[in-house]
């Protein structure tokens, strides 16, 4: 018995959306659908009120592949009007707190994609972004991952890196950190400007220095720096820091480092360390404790020869 048409027409209609009763219906739906999900994060970024939607647009955006989204970070980020709807002015008076701006730098910064170092590169030239003490630092440490070092990177870490700053600490850490040549010219030059005071050189000789001293390209600059020399009061501290271990003198109680294993440094590390030891031996003026300390280590490098 064949349904009167009317009741075909009532069927159809009675279906869901998504399977309308012409495939040009369901197209239509389904590429709205498809482009509402694409926008959907930049019109969160761009128009919510509340700190953790802006958050989660913002370290989707971060996180993903797509070139549009990363452009759309390179126009919102730099902008006061994104920047306290992420965080509140109360959240930057909390400086115990955390900044949300802090995980999208971090997301940005671990994305392998092209578009989202621009991203990074073009804030390191923001008045804006930068004119916060603590998005300046935070900005610091989420250029440390690009090697070898953009010229952005290198001159914002200089220019974040004079004396009495308040950034020198950090900057010099990152450079380190970071190990590529451009990177460790730069401290370099830092070690020898007469306008960073020497006790301020110690701490940075005493801290990242000491931290990575297994590490051969930075021993190559100490051994450059060694032999220009520095000036005579960081001559010493400088061979300290890479042969002896001070936990008591060097640092206050709740910020001792831990020293690093020497068995863990490669036979080019050894090769630079051995020929430092035996430069310091005859031209530095070393306590009698350090000259021991280093004739110690210049014989268990020579014990691991083959």
Same mark, same amino acid.
């Given at each position: 018995?064949?349904? &009167?048409? !009317?009741?075909? @027409?009532?069927? *159809?209609?009675?279906?869901?959306?998504? #399977?309308? *009763?012409?495939?040009?219906?369901? #197209?239509?739906?389904?590429?709205?659908?498809?482009?509402?999900? +694409?926008? $959907? &994060?930049?019109?969160?970024?761009?128009?919510?009120?509340?700190?953790? $939607?802006?958050?989660?647009?913002?370290?989707?955006?971060?996180? !993903?592949?797509?070139?549009? #989204?990363?452009?759309?970070?390179?126009? @919102?980020?730099?902008?006061?009007?994104?920047? =306290?709807?992420?965080?509140?002015?109360?959240?930057?008076?909390?400086?115990?707190?955390?900044?949300?701006? !802090?995980?999208?730098?971090?997301?940005? %910064?671990?994305?392998?994609?092209?578009?989202?170092? $621009?991203?990074?590169?073009?804030?390191?030239? %923001?008045?804006?972004?930068?004119?916060?003490?603590?998005?300046?630092? @935070?900005?610091?440490?989420?250029?440390?991952?690009?090697?070898?070092?953009?010229?952005?990177?290198?001159?914002?870490?200089?220019?974040?890196?004079?004396?009495?700053?308040?950034?020198?600490?950090? %900057?010099?850490?990152?450079?380190?950190?970071? !190990? %590529?040549?451009?990177?460790?010219?730069?401290? $370099?030059?830092?070690?020898?400007?007469?306008?960073?005071?020497?006790?301020?050189?110690?701490?940075?000789?005493?801290? &990242? +220095?000491?931290?990575?001293?297994?590490?051969? &390209?930075?021993?190559?600059?100490?051994?450059?720096?060694?032999?220009?020399?520095?000036?005579?009061?960081?001559?010493?501290?400088?061979?300290?820091?890479?042969?002896? =271990?001070?936990?008591?003198?060097?640092?206050?109680?709740?910020?001792?480092?831990?020293?690093?294993?020497?068995?863990?440094?490669?036979?080019?590390?050894?090769?630079?360390?051995?020929?430092?030891?035996? =430069?310091?031996?005859?031209? +530095?003026?070393?306590?009698?404790? @350090?000259?021991?300390?280093?004739?110690?280590?210049?014989?268990?490098?020579?014990?691991?020869?083959?």
């Amino acid at each position: 018995m064949t349904k &009167p048409n !009317g009741v075909i @027409l009532l069927m *159809c209609f009675a279906l869901p959306a998504w #399977q309308g *009763c012409t495939n040009t219906t369901g #197209q239509d739906t389904q590429t709205r659908t498809d482009t509402d999900m +694409v926008t $959907e &994060p930049q019109e969160i970024a761009r128009t919510s009120k509340e700190p953790r $939607e802006v958050m989660h647009a913002a370290l989707t955006m971060a996180r !993903g592949a797509r070139a549009d #989204q990363h452009q759309a970070l390179k126009k @919102l980020l730099p902008t006061e009007d994104l920047l =306290y709807r992420l965080d509140t002015h109360e959240d930057y008076d909390d400086v115990g707190g955390k900044l949300r701006i !802090g995980a999208v730098l971090e997301a940005l %910064s671990e994305n392998p994609s092209p578009t989202a170092r $621009e991203v990074i590169f073009s804030l390191t030239q %923001s008045p804006v972004f930068i004119d916060d003490t603590r998005r300046a630092r @935070l900005l610091i440490e989420a250029c440390i991952p690009y090697r070898p070092s953009p010229p952005e990177v290198i001159k914002f870490w200089n220019n974040h890196c004079r004396p009495l700053d308040g950034y020198c600490d950090i %900057s010099i850490d990152a450079m380190i950190q970071n !190990g %590529s040549e451009p990177a460790l010219e730069l401290f $370099e030059k830092k070690m020898l400007d007469p306008q960073h005071e020497d006790k301020y050189k110690i701490e940075w000789l005493r801290n &990242p +220095v000491f931290v990575h001293r297994n590490e051969a &390209p930075l021993l190559a600059v100490c051994e450059r720096l060694l032999e220009r020399p520095l000036p005579e009061p960081l001559q010493v501290p400088l061979v300290e820091a890479l042969f002896d =271990y001070q936990p008591d003198t060097w640092y206050m109680q709740d910020y001792i480092q831990e020293e690093p294993p020497r068995g863990k440094a490669t036979e080019e590390a050894l090769k630079i360390l051995q020929s430092i030891g035996e =430069y310091a031996l005859k031209k +530095v003026e070393l306590p009698d404790q @350090l000259k021991e300390q280093v004739e110690t280590v210049l014989e268990e490098i020579s014990e691991k020869k083959p």
